[in-house]
């Protein structure tokens, strides 16, 4: 079967040709003015052209964040002509769409003739009512609880092929048929859905293009075993030329690019040859002894703290070095504090930066950080208050080799 014929609202592009008021146009698609904070916003899109008067148009389907059936009000309006007659003077819908001397409310009362659905919210919607040449929308997004509405992306069929004409003729001569033809679409839609998706399915293979749950299958079959643990975005990366780093598995390069793809920044490497090189001057060699494992099988990963703030993602951060590093070797994920201390691991234009002067407040926010409380708490007392060991590990480390 070909496809059917549709419209999309996927780049920022599609969206410049309508009309907006109190709403921006983003590349991720429509959202309210964050400043100064909206209340609401409409937007009206450009004229959609099916080809083919009277055109019965099949079906939305609307990716958006919402914040409850309030949030977001569509109207679907539908005319076989492209011109209106408006305060006595013959105007093409285009010009009314994108008037700047009409308002909203001004072209939404114009337009209420031509009006085929209204709906709150909708994420997939059967126009069923939707008959005519042309097809535009009024999209309106209410602010809720001072979180702001975003519509992502769009698509409308604008082919109907009803299931109709595989039945018998007298089902499809009788004019009370309209219900049997609505409820018909439900299966059509789903049929459409698996129909793209066996014809589309060369885009799974690609992380650029692929869906978010392939994304998953996609870093097993790589030997990602920890995929869960990557944002979206940065697993995408990843996966780009996934084949020709799996070349290079197990190497210093190797784990170097997977952690520059997670945190952002080029780790620091400290290995055993590099603190051997040294022995032969016994005042640095014993401070490099002091601060690094010193092992053939051991390596130290040296992560500054901005490139990963939360616990959560440090957490994370040593999962994936576990899981990517070479059996026999262990690992010593150090997250480097951007603080100065003296005898710690303080390195010139990596993380030694004075913080800038602030006035002390009583506000009950602000905290002045102990660094003799900090370091005085032991693996075990922390253990005994209840956290897990392997955040232990990593508070340890952190502040054994970076304060």
Not at 228 to 245: A, C, M, Q, S, T
Request: charged share 30%; aromatic share 12%; proline share 4%.
């Amino acid at each position: 079967m070909e496809p059917l014929k549709y419209f999309v609202f996927n780049k920022k592009r599609d969206y410049l040709h309508g009309y907006t008021e109190q709403i921006r146009i983003t590349d991720d698609g429509l959202e309210l003015y964050v400043e100064p904070p909206r209340q609401d916003g409409t937007f009206f899109s450009r004229l959609l052209d099916s080809g083919q008067e009277g055109n019965d148009w099949h079906r939305a389907v609307i990716q958006s964040v919402d914040y409850g059936d309030d949030s977001i009000r569509f109207f679907f309006y539908c005319s076989d002509s492209s011109q209106i007659l408006l305060n006595g003077r013959l105007l093409e819908w285009w010009e009314v769409i994108e008037s700047r001397e009409l308002t909203a409310k001004e072209k939404h009362e114009a337009m209420r003739p031509f009006l085929a659905h209204q709906v709150l919210n909708p994420k997939d919607i059967l126009l069923y009512h939707a008959k005519g040449r042309y097809l535009w929308m009024e999209i309106q997004l209410f602010c809720q609880a001072e979180k702001t509405p975003k519509i992502l992306n769009m698509k409308l069929y604008a082919e109907n092929r009803s299931f109709l004409r595989y039945l018998p003729e007298i089902y499809r001569t009788q004019p009370e048929n309209d219900f049997l033809k609505r409820f018909l679409s439900l299966f059509e839609a789903v049929y459409q859905d698996m129909d793209e998706k066996i014809r589309t399915s060369a885009r799974q293979m690609d992380p650029a293009t692929a869906e978010s749950e392939f994304l998953k299958w996609m870093a097993e079959w790589a030997g990602i075993s920890e995929a869960h643990l990557w944002p979206e975005d940065k697993l995408r990366v990843l996966l780009k030329g996934i084949v020709g780093k799996n070349l290079i598995r197990g190497t210093r390069a190797y784990m170097s690019n997977i952690i520059e793809t997670f945190t952002g920044e080029t780790p620091f490497f400290v290995e055993y040859g590099e603190i051997e090189a040294y022995k032969g001057n016994r005042k640095v060699y014993r401070k490099l002894l002091e601060h690094y494992a010193h092992d053939p099988y051991i390596v130290n990963i040296l992560v500054r703290e901005q490139a990963v703030p939360a616990r959560q993602e440090q957490k994370a951060l040593k999962r994936i070095i576990e899981d990517m590093k070479p059996a026999h070797m262990e690992v010593r994920l150090i997250i480097l504090k951007p603080y100065i201390y003296l005898n710690k691991n303080v390195y010139v234009g990596v993380n030694s930066v004075l913080g800038t002067y602030q006035k002390a407040r009583l506000d009950g926010m602000t905290a002045i950080p102990s660094v003799v409380g900090v370091l005085g708490v032991s693996s075990k007392q922390m253990m005994r208050s209840g956290e897990k060991k392997e955040e232990a590990d990593i508070h340890e480390e952190s502040e054994k080799f970076s304060v």
